[in-house]
């Protein structure tokens, strides 16, 4: 079999090897312009080899042997060199530039043809921009003049802008979204032109801006523009999707009214008439708004209790009305469902099974609140334990509860405040019962927390109050005796004690696609930020200085006899994904921590340390294996364990082929300790040592996109080993052992 690229390349055509769009202007970006090229090359993997096109090329001419068939639908057929849609990407491209304000601009095809391929470039010439000498408005509604001059500052048509048609066209909208939201029922941007006069032997353009008046059809007379009010608000809470649009199909049994507000219902009102009217965001003789139409939208949009919201306006049937009647189409969703999941369990090469149900209720108060309860348990057999406990068995089991509450819940506040923040209020208990060959441990917790978002890119979480308590009934006699009772682990002997943690923590997320969907493997240029502050045991720690609390015996305030642990924490991450084509991007992702114990503790509990190496982190090594600093122990998991993270990667995604996408990157980063722990030796964080401690790792990844998740298989090989200061063994890059040196990882979505 042959694998030239142009095995299947037809006498006297070209396969189409590459496209490039070249330009003399640096203002003009070339990636900017490849939307509007009609014929793109076969794809590249990694933007390197044309895989799937030597696929393709593998496969012989007889079509009916299966391994043929099979190796044309895993490859790309070869891309035949069109004259006709070259040609029309030289025009699109050339009416592109044009309209940014190069009005002379031009596009010239260069082809170069070697055997049979063709690269061809599009070379744009792109000339002298023409500017706006002047702005003027033609606007002879006066009511419509007001709105539209009154404030400037926002207007993107300025004096000495280049001529630049998507600006026009992007303040026509501008203008439009700002009637809407002043009453302007029935206006959209048609209604809206320009002319544009060119200044004679000049770049300049004198822009006027026309404003026409309302036709409802091209024979008829100029009217004003009519400014509409909200008459009467009707809720349908029993809608059908799926049935015809016409009011007059609903069906409608009954009705309530509530402060004035009609709700019609089919057999029985499932929610309470005032969580619909409170989330109402205009009312009865307002002018219409559509931004508050798109906040009622968004506030019904976060109740469970519903599937789809429809809000719906009729003019009133009184002639020449400007009064708007407006129907809330509701569509209940499926209130109740049960849950069952069974999932095998991987822990350090120690194989068990874990199950779980849970039950949702999405309308429990028929306020749309969400009750959610689950059920876990597990287990484990524990391999590679010392001799001298009973068994190796390791049972888990767990109940988690929670209550979301679609709006904000605070006493003492005004309903006006409540309905302006917009927040959701969650209640939520936890248990976890975990019976192991070492100890038994038990730990319980409770929570109150808010969630809120802003323009669907913001989203912000609040931990009012958030107390835990660990409790250990019992530990066996020999990991007493090893681990707690040896005095050389300060951390084991604080973290396998009685705690209380009371904490209160605020957390930020913005994401620059908001809550759109988009595969990370092709997504446009985006960008998020994520930044978490915690604190826990200060409040505790006043009342007991100021109660003169007696310390325990390890120096500890306690309440009722039980330690808490007293700390701040903080966290930032960036993650940042750069698009070259429609098949491959950069992604870069930084992340920094610090939590520092205080007061009333001398350590971080171990469920708020930090550990390096695993999936989501410097992929060279495995789960918790990497550092404090140079630490290089294998003892126990709890020695990997740190203060203060770093972690920085870099990854080239590219889409394969089908559901595969693969993955090529670098991985930077380790952990460190803010005090010096005689079990953690070369752990403590130093200014003028860090640097020289960090890890790098470098690998491939294989990710199976299967729509809802994805599934994801990296391998990590270590480059820069931090534990040694020098010699082969720092730098396995250059002396790979690929059984030293390789971890696999398996883990659900993207790693950032």
Not at 2 to 11: D, H, W
Not at 131 to 146: E, F, G, H, P, T
Not at 331 to 357: I, R
């Amino acid at each position: 079999m042959s694998c030239s690229s142009t095995k299947y390349v037809p006498e006297g055509s070209y396969l189409l090897d590459e496209v490039n769009i070249r330009t003399d202007n640096n203002d003009i970006k070339p990636s900017n312009l490849r939307i509007y090229i009609r014929q793109n090359p076969n794809s590249k993997w990694f933007s390197l080899i044309k895989t799937q096109l030597y696929i393709y090329d593998l496969s012989g001419r007889d079509s009916t042997k299966w391994i043929n068939r099979t190796l044309r639908k895993l490859g790309d057929a070869p891309v035949i060199f069109n004259e006709d849609d070259t040609r029309r990407t030289q025009e699109e491209i050339t009416k592109a530039v044009r309209n940014m304000g190069y009005m002379g601009a031009s596009v010239k095809i260069a082809r170069k043809t070697k055997k049979k391929k063709i690269e061809v470039n599009y070379d744009i010439t792109a000339g002298k921009a023409y500017l706006v000498r002047s702005v003027k408005y033609d606007i002879k509604d006066q009511k419509i003049a007001d709105y539209v001059l009154k404030d400037t500052l926002p207007c993107l048509l300025k004096q000495g802008m280049r001529f630049d048609v998507n600006v026009l066209d992007a303040e026509r909208q501008r203008i439009t979204d700002q009637l809407l939201n002043n009453g302007y029922y029935k206006f959209n941007k048609e209604f809206i032109s320009y002319t544009a006069d060119t200044v004679r032997n000049s770049y300049l353009v004198d822009l006027t801006l026309h404003l026409h008046a309302y036709k409802e059809q091209l024979d008829d007379t100029d009217k004003l523009h009519k400014q509409y009010t909200i008459n009467k608000v009707s809720f349908v809470t029993d809608y059908d999707m799926m049935q015809s649009s016409a009011l007059s199909s609903i069906e409608i049994n009954d009705s309530v009214h509530y402060k004035g507000f009609p709700i019609y219902y089919k057999d029985k009102l499932y929610i309470r008439p005032k969580i619909l009217v409170d989330n109402l965001r205009f009312l009865p003789g307002d002018l219409y708004d559509e931004q508050k139409v798109q906040r009622t939208y968004n506030n019904f949009g976060r109740f469970s209790a519903l599937k789809y919201t429809n809000i719906r306006f009729f003019e009133t049937q009184v002639q020449d009305s400007t009064k708007l009647n407006c129907y809330v189409l509701l569509t209940k969703s499926k209130h109740q469902s049960v849950a069952f999941e069974v999932e095998g369990t991987n822990s350090a090469g120690d194989l068990g099974a874990a199950a779980s149900m849970s039950f949702q209720n999405r309308n429990i108060f028929k306020g749309s609140e969400l009750f959610t309860i689950k059920f876990r348990g597990a287990y484990e057999a524990i391999s590679g334990l010392q001799s001298g406990y009973r068994n190796n068995n390791y049972i888990e089991l767990g109940a988690e509860s929670s209550i979301n509450f679609p709006n904000f819940l605070f006493p003492f506040l005004s309903s006006d405040f409540k309905k302006r923040i917009k927040a959701t209020t969650e209640f939520g208990l936890q248990y976890n019962y975990q019976l192991r060959p070492e100890f038994s441990r038990t730990m319980a917790s409770a929570s109150w927390s808010y969630k809120w978002s802003k323009r669907q890119r913001i989203q912000h979480r609040f931990d009012l109050l958030d107390i835990g308590y660990l409790y250990l009934p019992w530990k066996s006699d020999k990991f007493e005796q090893d681990y707690i009772n040896s005095g050389q682990n300060s951390i084991l002997q604080y973290n396998y004690q009685n705690r209380l943690i009371i904490r209160m923590g605020y957390n930020y997320n913005y994401n620059s696609r908001g809550s759109s969907l988009m595969n990370n493997t092709v997504a446009s240029n985006s960008y998020s930020i994520r930044v978490n502050v915690e604190s826990a045991g200060n409040l505790m720690y006043v009342i007991s200085r100021m109660a003169n609390i007696r310390k325990n015996k390890d120096g500890e305030y306690a309440i009722l006899g039980i330690p808490f642990a007293q700390y701040l924490k903080g966290e930032f991450d960036f993650s940042k994904n750069i698009r070259i084509d429609h098949r491959n991007s950069f992604a870069f992702h930084t992340g920094f921590g610090i939590a520092v114990p205080y007061g009333n503790a001398k350590t971080v509990p171990f469920e708020k340390q930090y550990f390096s190496g695993g999936a989501n982190s410097v992929r060279g090594w495995g789960v918790r294996e990497l550092g404090p600093g140079t630490f290089n122990g294998k003892s126990n998991l709890l020695d990997h364990s740190g203060d203060i993270k770093f972690d920085a990667s870099v990854e080239y995604r590219s889409r394969l082929f089908w559901k595969f996408q693969g993955a090529a990157f670098i991985d930077a980063g380790n952990i460190w300790t803010i005090r010096s722990y005689d079990n953690q030796p070369g752990g403590v964080f130093k200014f003028n040592e860090f640097y020289k401690q960090i890890a790098v790792a470098y690998g491939l990844g294989l990710r199976i996109d299967l729509d809802f998740f994805i599934l994801r298989f990296d391998g990590g090989m270590k480059a820069i080993n931090p534990i040694y200061e020098k010699g082969k063994e720092r730098y396995p890059i250059i002396n790979p052992n690929f059984k030293r040196d390789f971890t696999f990882h398996f883990a659900v979505g993207y790693p950032f």
